[in-house]
T-cell receptor, first 112, second 108 residues
Framework: NAGVTQTPKFQVLKTGQSMTLQCAQD?????MYWYRQDPGMGLRLIYY???????DKGEVPNGYNVSRLNKREFSLRLESAAPSQTSVYFC???????????FGDGTRLSIL | KNEVEQSPQNLTAQEGEFITINCSYS?????LHWLQQHPGGGIVSLFM???GKKKHGRLIATINIQEKHSSLHITASHPRDSAVYIC??????????FGQGTRLTINP
């Protein structure tokens, strides 16, 4: 029972470098989400995808891009990393509508 | 003012105590979620409710829609209950708005 799988678990980047965080779910969920979690703040939505082929901005989309590659996979890209993007990133998925979200284990990203 | 406020922010109790964590929100919602985040960082959904009360083992969640308030109770608390408990409210079809979390520590 893999659920939601995120890679990598840890990453250190230098300012200006780019990278892609990967997320895959095996529950056949339509909806997928990317959040960031910072100390003293609640989880904040970066982008979400209500279904394959669609993506929408969340609360804090600046500096990020996403791709819903297929129903299983939803990736988050940092084109030019900045220290303000140091955070823990969580991917989640759910069925459409008022359903629980299933979270990955998170990616701890540090930008130096 | 945050749309979702949790109290207390930190709670330390002895094993066996009855625990209550509160969540107040200021927006219209379609559902409210309680989540648990363990020290390792993983997040697990505990409850999703839109009215009344739900129970799962030693955990009970209640919601009062009129008062825009929810509580999470833990009976006979145990050190393995130590975690951050997060309240989140669902607005519309997709968006979840999260509280800052309550850090619970249960001492043996």
């Amino acid at each position: 029972n893999a659920g939601v799988t995120q890679t990598p678990k840890f990453q250190v980047l230098k300012t200006g470098q780019s990278m892609t965080l990967q997320c895959a779910q095996d529950m056949n969920h339509n909806s997928m989400y990317w959040y960031r979690q910072d100390p003293g703040m609640g989880l904040r939505l970066i982008y979400y995808s209500a279904s394959e082929g669609t993506t929408d901005k969340g609360e804090v989309p600046n500096g990020y891009n996403v791709s819903r590659l297929n129903k299983r996979e939803f990736s988050l890209r940092l084109e030019s990393a900045a220290p303000s993007q140091t955070s823990v990133y969580f991917c989640a998925s759910s069925e459409t509508g008022p359903q629980p979200q299933h979270f990955g284990d998170g990616t701890r990203l540090s930008i130096l | 003012k945050n749309e979702v406020e949790q109290s207390p922010q930190n709670l330390t109790a002895q094993e066996g105590e009855f625990i209550t964590i509160n969540c107040s929100y200021s927006v219209g919602i379609s559902a409210l979620h309680w989540l648990q985040q363990h020290p390792g960082g993983g997040i697990v959904s505990l409850f999703m409710l839109s009215s009344g009360k739900k129970k799962h083992g030693r955990l009970i969640a209640t919601i009062n829609i009129q008062e825009k308030h929810s509580s999470l109770h833990i009976t006979a608390s145990h050190p393995r209950d130590s975690a951050v408990y997060i309240c989140a409210v669902k607005q519309g079809a997709q968006k979840l708005v999260f509280g800052q979390g309550t850090r619970l520590t249960i001492n043996p």
